[in-house]
């Protein structure tokens, strides 16, 4: 039999420096995309207020993008490295999990400014020139592709 991969104290409960391998992994990347999404209302700031004035709201609105997308990529790869997931799916469900949260997180903070949802939603029109789409799919794929390199350079 092979021994327990956590040790239990004599109370029968895991030392406090001990790290449940189904659990861990989580905690780090919900505050990743945490700080990732304060960064966006930043960037969004930055945005209104900066670059719309300066380069008008369609080269604006690419700069912005491009920003919150090097922000994404820089918190997955700091993130693979610190707090490695365990696997593809674990990285597919925290990809799908941190689009998803993006998401609702845009359309719900629109929604409390009282934007009308369709204008919410023609953000995301990609054929209209607007580049925002690329923000969730980069949300999607950045952890398992940064999960991906942290493990080849583990090898």
Same mark, same amino acid.
């Given at each position: 039999?092979?021994?327990?991969?956590?040790?239990?104290?004599?109370?029968?409960?895991?030392?406090?420096?001990?790290?449940?391998?189904?659990?861990?992994?989580?905690?780090?990347?919900?505050?990743?995309?945490?700080?990732?999404?304060?960064?966006?209302?930043?960037?969004?700031?930055?945005?209104?207020?900066?670059?719309?004035?300066?380069?008008?709201?369609?080269?604006?609105?690419?700069?912005?993008?491009?920003?919150?997308?090097?922000?994404?990529?820089?918190?997955?790869?700091? =993130?693979?490295?610190? %707090? /490695? !997931?365990?696997?593809?799916?674990? *990285?597919?469900? +925290?990809? @799908? #999990?941190?689009?998803? &949260?993006?998401?609702?997180?845009?359309?719900?903070?629109? =929604?409390?400014?009282? %934007? /009308? !949802?369709?204008?919410?939603?023609? *953000?995301?029109? +990609?054929? @209209? #020139?607007?580049?925002? &789409?690329?923000?969730?799919?980069?949300?999607?794929?950045?952890?398992?592709?940064?999960?991906?390199?942290?493990?080849?350079?583990? *090898?």
């Amino acid at each position: 039999m092979s021994p327990d991969p956590v040790p239990i104290t004599r109370a029968g409960s895991p030392p406090r420096d001990a790290v449940d391998p189904t659990d861990a992994p989580a905690r780090g990347w919900v505050a990743g995309w945490l700080a990732v999404a304060a960064f966006a209302v930043a960037n969004g700031g930055l945005r209104e207020r900066a670059l719309v004035p300066r380069f008008g709201e369609a080269r604006a609105q690419r700069q912005s993008t491009g920003m919150l997308i090097g922000a994404v990529w820089a918190a997955a790869v700091t =993130l693979g490295t610190a %707090r /490695p !997931l365990p696997n593809r799916a674990w *990285a597919a469900r +925290v990809g @799908a #999990g941190w689009a998803a &949260a993006t998401v609702a997180f845009e359309l719900g903070l629109g =929604l409390l400014r009282r %934007r /009308p !949802l369709a204008e919410l939603v023609a *953000a995301y029109d +990609v054929r @209209a #020139g607007r580049p925002w &789409a690329l923000v969730p799919v980069t949300m999607a794929i950045a952890p398992v592709v940064a999960g991906l390199g942290t493990r080849r350079r583990a *090898a």
